[in-house]
């Protein structure tokens, strides 16, 4: 009777343990439903935001008489260059290759283009 009764107090117990367990469950899935919705509004709000600046961008070039090819050119170069800029900034480590950049190597007696 007494182990009976002690069986029946375990089962409780894990009954009462795993009702907790997938309470917090459901409420780290309601918390990562949350985190995701935050993370996805604030990705549509950098991303308006940058559609807003190359708009802005493209259409100063135009009044300026720049050519539709080059403007996208421009922009890429502006993008490029900010990039990097924030790379400098930060601990990281930068490494290019010639492909990477626009290099002439000249000495004295020959001059040599990386773009060949």
């Known amino acids: 009777m007494n182990r009976l009764s002690q069986a029946e107090s375990e089962n409780e117990v894990n ?13 780290k899935t309601k918390l990562m439903e949350i985190q995701h ?5 604030s990705a549509k709000a950098t991303g308006g935001a940058e559609a807003r600046q190359s708009a802005a961008f493209m259409k100063v070039l135009e ?8 403007r996208v050119t421009m922009w890429e170069t502006v993008r490029r260059c900010e990039r990097v800029s924030k790379m400098a900034e930060s601990d990281c480590q930068l490494y290019y290759s ?11 007696k020959a001059s040599y283009d990386t773009r060949r």
């Not at 009044?63 to 080059?70: E, F, H, L, M």
């Open 37 to 41: 919705e935050h993370l996805e509004s």
């Open 63 to 70: 009044r300026a008489g720049v050519p539709p090819a080059d």
């Open 98 to 108: 010639a492909k990477d950049i626009d290099l002439s190597l000249e000495n004295s």
């Open 15 to 27: 009954i009462f343990k795993m009702g907790g367990m997938i309470e917090q469950e459901k409420l």
